[in-house]
Each structure stands twice: as C-alpha cells, then as structure tokens.
C-alpha cells in the first residue's frame, strides 16, 4: 500500500495534501513531520512533488503551532526544505513547488496550487471564516482548497474562531460529539 499511488508527472492531484492535517497532529518532530506527510502521501499519490507538498504543508502547520506568524512559517518550511535536499534529486521537484507561488491561485486540483492557494487565502485575510470563504470563492476544487485553507487557518486562529453557527449546522454533530465522548 505505501507505494500503490501513481508517480506520473500528471499524477499531482490534491487529496494526500487534503488528509495531511493529522500528521502535523501526531508527529514527535519535523523531521518526524517530513518523513510522516511524504509517507502517507504515497497510498494515492507518489510523485515527489505532490510528497514534497505535503511536506512544506506540515512544517508550516507546525511552525504556527511554535509560535511563528503564517508569514514566518512559510518562510521558514521553505528554507528548511530547501536546506534538507540541496544537492539531492528532489531539489529540482521542490524548486516547482516553491515557484508556484508566483502564480496566481487558482483553486484547481493540482497540488501546487491547492497548497499555495490556501496560503493566499491565509495570508490575505483576518479570520478563519473569512479564509475559508474564499477559498471557496476561488472555485474549482473548492472542497478541497477549502479543507486546506480551513486547517491551517484554524492552526492560526484556534477553535474558538469557528463560526458557531457552522457548528450548529453541522450533520451527524451529535453522532460525532457521542462519540468522542467515549474516548
């Protein structure tokens, strides 16, 4: 299974960057984040790109999470990488990635514009909900760019920014809390 994702140029698709969020959560260190998001990227998509995405995404969730300011934690996964695979054959990969973030965002289903897509959306707004919002507003595939964008604005804003009345409205919410409660 860790290899069963296909490795085509063309196979660069969003959903590993999406379900990337939980990595942040359990690993013990960014070195420990790298190899986590590039590892569980592979059961649906190998190319290194989209496991280099998925990297940048963990250490900038991370980085919010010691403190550092969305801008500062970009900045700061960038170099990182950049440092980690000098001179490796995944610095050329990790140059594309870097680069998409002179284009503008698109919302599509490409994962170097969903990844720097939903750091627009961080970056150029003040809320979670408003994050969130445009993301979506980008169209495409909302959905997704939205889950992105709505992790690391909640990284960046806490809990507590969750707009009640989305809450409210969730399905299954009282399925979901019942079953937290056991745990």
């Given amino acids: 299974p860790s290899a069963a994702g296909p490795d085509g140029e063309r196979d660069n698709g969003n959903g590993a960057l999406m379900r990337c969020f939980p990595v942040v959560m359990i690993a013990a260190s ?12 592979l059961v649906t998509h190998g190319h290194v790109r989209s496991q280099l995405c998925c990297a940048l995404y963990a250490l900038t969730a991370m980085g919010m999470l010691e403190g550092r300011s969305a801008p500062d934690a970009v900045r700061a996964a960038e170099d990182e990488l950049l440092a980690r695979y000098e001179g490796t054959a995944d610095i050329l990969e990790l140059k594309i990635v870097l680069d998409g973030r002179f284009d503008a965002p698109q919302g599509s289903g490409y994962v170097v514009d969903s990844f720097w897509s939903a750091i627009h959306c961080l970056l150029s707004t003040g ?28 990284v960046l804003y806490g809990e507590s920014a969750l707009p009640a009345r989305w809450i409210t409205a969730l399905h299954g919410k009282s399925m979901v809390e019942d079953l937290l409660a056991t745990f």
């Fill in 30 to 41: 960014r070195d420990d984040a790298i190899r986590v998001a590039r590892k569980q990227n």
């Fill in 127 to 154: 809320s979670y909900e408003d994050c969130v919002k445009r993301a979506v507003a980008l169209g495409n595939d909302t959905d997704t760019t939205a889950a992105i964008a709505g992790s690391l604005a909640g």
